[in-house]
């Protein structure tokens, strides 16, 4: 098959979350089983662009409602990913650093849909498979069937997977002139809402829908940012197939981001040493359980729960262990982290940004991360903490409540709880300094952990199925 996905996201070209892990894996696995997969993504100016060669495969003019654009589609020479990497560039719109967080957003994506669908038209063979990700790319079903101009689309099946419903691009009326000529009965698969909802559209729209976890899809019948209902209706093209991650990125005895590797008969020593070069780094003391989070500072990832629920640990539990927060998001919560500073007594501290290495390092040298998040579509940061042998103390919801058995269960390995509170996260971090100081069980369930297997192998395999269907 060739499978064509679209995606605001791709590692290592440029990445905000876990979006950019997940479509810089899958097509690389899907290409390893035989197929042909590549990658559709806006051309930012990432350093990935500056450091690699590239040709360009074409150039095309296409319109946002009144505005013209010329735009460019270049392909990396190299197959250094391991599948097709076609940048798509748009002056004016796309040629940023950053990805998201613009005022225009709903220009820039909606332009870069259109040229992708222009492009598509003008290539004389069509892919089997479209594969969209998340709203930044969800219009792309309802243009490929609906606008005049690309008819001969119509006939492609498509694939939208939600990696997250709290986000699903809104706009007003006023703009539904940016889609190219569309046949206006159709309105209503547009809409949700009396707005124009691009994830509306591609639940309605696509061949096939799916999600990043089994549970997550299940829990989005009952809450998903307004789409219940919809989702409710649709739910016999939904599916929900749990992320996979890239064991060779993500691998503790080769990991390019940190010197002191480890294999599992050398996980003890190894993670000690890259937790003292932490420690020493971030003035935290070693003999200590060091807690970390990694991050984006919102509410949806129970953020807001990290101040009080350190400070309650500190005074309730007492100065037992360390944590350690890597970061960024809203103002309010990065503002009171770094404010806590002050208190620390070489037990707590805060790096605020984002930063890849740093990432991966804490996954070598940390004991546990918490991730107290209210939604959960899948979680990557479980998945890479289980097998650098970090133990995850997660909120029950989503795709944690797929990956992550307590360890009080049979064949357990983690601390679970069930609510988003300051309470339960406390009573988490209490358990975590208590299983700490059990070291012999503590090391059983390191080793244990280091033998799970969540690589994409499974996962590639239900996509292809899929598609097939
Ligand atoms: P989400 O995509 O919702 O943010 P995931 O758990 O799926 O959550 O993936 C998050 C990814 O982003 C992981 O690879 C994680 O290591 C990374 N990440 C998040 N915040 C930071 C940060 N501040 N610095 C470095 N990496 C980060
Ligand atoms: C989203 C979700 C996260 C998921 C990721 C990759 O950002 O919030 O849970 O792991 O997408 O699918």
New binding site residues.
């Given amino acids: 098959m060739e499978i064509i996905h679209v995606s605001a996201e791709c590692y290592p070209v440029a990445k905000a979350?876990?979006?950019g892990?997940v479509v810089g894996a899958l097509p690389k696995y899907q290409t390893e089983l035989g197929h042909i997969a590549k990658v559709v993504m806006p051309m930012y100016r990432t350093k990935f662009l500056y450091n690699n060669q590239w040709e360009t495969v074409h150039k095309g003019y296409t319109h946002l409602g009144n505005w013209w654009y010329h735009y460019t589609v270049i392909k990396e020479k190299t197959n250094k990913l391991g599948f097709d990497l076609y940048l798509v560039d748009i002056n004016g719109l796309l040629d940023r650093e950053k990805i998201y967080g613009y005022g225009d957003d709903t220009e820039r994506f909606t332009a870069f849909q259109v040229a992708v669908v222009d492009w598509l038209s003008a290539w004389k063979h069509h892919p089997d498979i479209v594969h969209v990700h998340d709203h930044h790319t969800a219009l792309i079903p309802f243009m490929l069937q609906h606008c005049y101009a690309y008819q001969h689309l119509a006939g492609i099946r498509t694939v939208l997977t939600i990696h997250?419903a709290q986000y699903q691009g809104w706009m007003g009326w006023d703009k539904s002139h940016y889609i190219p000529a569309w046949d206006s009965w159709k309105a209503g698969l547009l809409e949700w809402n009396k707005a124009i909802n691009p994830l509306a559209s591609g639940i309605k729209c696509a061949w096939k829908v799916t999600t990043v976890s089994p549970t997550y899809l299940a829990e989005m019948r009952q809450s998903a940012a307004g789409l219940e209902a919809l989702l409710e209706y649709e739910k016999g093209k939904c599916s929900g197939i749990l992320n996979g991650i890239d064991t060779t990125v993500w691998d503790p005895s080769t990991d390019i981001y940190f010197e002191h590797h480890y294999t599992p008969d050398t996980v003890e020593e190894g993670k000690q040493r890259n937790k003292e070069l932490l420690c020493e780094r971030f003035g935290l003391d070693p003999k200590k359980p060091l807690i970390t989070f990694?991050?984006?500072l919102v509410g949806e990832k129970g953020a807001d729960l990290l101040p009080q629920a350190i400070e309650d640990s500190f005074y309730y539990i007492g100065r037992k262990m360390n944590f350690l927060i890597?970061?960024?998001g809203f103002p309010a919560i990065e503002s009171r982290l770094l404010t806590m500073k002050g208190l620390s007594r070489g037990d707590y501290n805060v790096y605020i940004?984002?930063?890849?290495g740093?990432?991966h390092l804490i996954y070598a040298g940390a004991d546990f991360i918490m991730m107290p998040s209210r939604v959960e579509p899948?979680?990557?940061?479980q998945l890479?903490a289980l097998r650098y042998g970090t133990i995850p103390v997660v909120r029950n919801t989503g795709g944690l409540h797929d990956t992550v058995i307590d360890y009080g269960d049979k064949n357990g390995y983690g601390i679970r709880f069930n609510n988003a509170t300051v309470g339960d996260m406390t009573h988490g971090i209490w358990r975590a300094v208590e299983l700490y100081q059990q070291s012999e069980k503590r090391k059983d369930i390191r080793r244990r952990i280091l033998q799970l297997d969540f690589s994409w192998e499974a996962s590639v395999r239900s996509y292809l199925e899929l598609y097939a269907s």
């Avoid at 940004?353 to 890849?356: I, L, N, Q, S, T």
């Avoid at 899948?378 to 940061?381: D, E, M, S």
């Fill in positions: 979350g876990g979006l892990d997250n990694i991050g984006r890597l970061g960024s940004g984002y930063d890849e740093l990432s899948c979680g990557l940061n890479y």
